[in-house]
């Protein structure tokens, strides 16, 4: 009954809500990123949501579009601004993510929406992560965040997809409070965090058959 009706409803009513509350603090940092990054101050990226359904995440930017000489963008370490690294170490760039989740499109807590790029390289188990909605955050977000393994990280979401409940929810939620204000486990994703998935699973399989 809650993860099939109750949810939803609840994560209605809650990101509405916290839209209203947030909305000043959301309107100074729209101002201050358009500012900052002398243009749009938000950053959108196509992310598989529930059955793999793609929609469009929403976040404050962290990052500038510096290219090489080639015209290729910088690693995100050279691009992340001391702005853009503030944002994500009290995690306010997910703030606009409400947005998706009054939509439908996310939730509060759930499996972190991953990039398209990775869904040729799940196995059919961890593909099973996409049975619910993704969320802000979840169950691998208060157990180590980007210090994890992404055996680990697909383990606390699968195990999160198997025990939807109520009292789960409100433990991640109050779990991911106490993370966020300590600022742990949070790096910049290929710098001091994991790998991106799709050349780790790629450098996993050359392994493979190199011990063959």
């Known amino acids: 009954m809650y993860a099939k009706y109750i949810k939803r409803i609840l994560d209605f009513l809650?990101?509405?809500?916290?839209?209203l509350l947030l909305s000043p603090?959301?309107?100074?940092?729209?101002?201050?990123?358009?500012?900052?990054?002398?243009?749009?101050?938000?950053?959108?990226?196509?992310r598989p949501g529930r059955?793999?359904?793609?929609?469009?995440?929403l976040k404050l930017r962290s990052m500038t579009d510096a290219r090489d000489a080639e015209g290729k963008l910088l690693p995100d370490a050279e691009r992340l601004t001391r702005y853009g690294r503030f944002l994500r170490?009290?995690?306010?760039?997910?703030?606009?993510?409400l947005l998706n989740i009054l939509a439908g499109q996310m939730s509060f807590v759930g499996p972190r929406p991953l990039a398209v790029q990775y869904l040729p390289y799940y196995?059919?188990?961890?593909?099973?992560?996409?049975?619910?909605?993704?969320?802000?955050?979840?169950?691998?977000?208060?157990?180590?965040?980007?210090?994890?393994?992404?055996?680990?990280?697909f383990a606390y979401d699968l195990q999160y997809v198997s025990s939807v409940s109520f009292r789960q929810d409100v433990k991640i939620l109050l779990r991911t409070a106490a993370v966020a204000l300590g600022?742990?486990?949070?790096?910049?994703?290929?710098?001091?965090?994991?790998?991106?998935?799709?050349?780790?699973?790629?450098?996993?399989t050359e392994k493979e058959y190199e011990s063959v």
């Open 123 to 153: 196995t059919d188990r961890e593909r099973l992560r996409h049975c619910v909605r993704p969320g802000l955050t979840g169950l691998a977000q208060v157990n180590g965040r980007n210090e994890t393994t992404w055996e680990d990280r």
């Open 14 to 19: 809650l990101s509405l809500t916290a839209l």
């Open 89 to 97: 170490t009290t995690s306010a760039d997910e703030l606009p993510e």
């Open 25 to 46: 603090l959301l309107l100074v940092l729209t101002i201050i990123g358009a500012v900052m990054f002398k243009g749009n101050p938000y950053f959108t990226q196509l």
């Open 51 to 57: 059955n793999e359904k793609i929609f469009r995440m």
């Open 183 to 204: 600022r742990s486990g949070i790096g910049v994703r290929g710098v001091d965090s994991l790998p991106d998935f799709d050349t780790y699973r790629m450098q996993q």
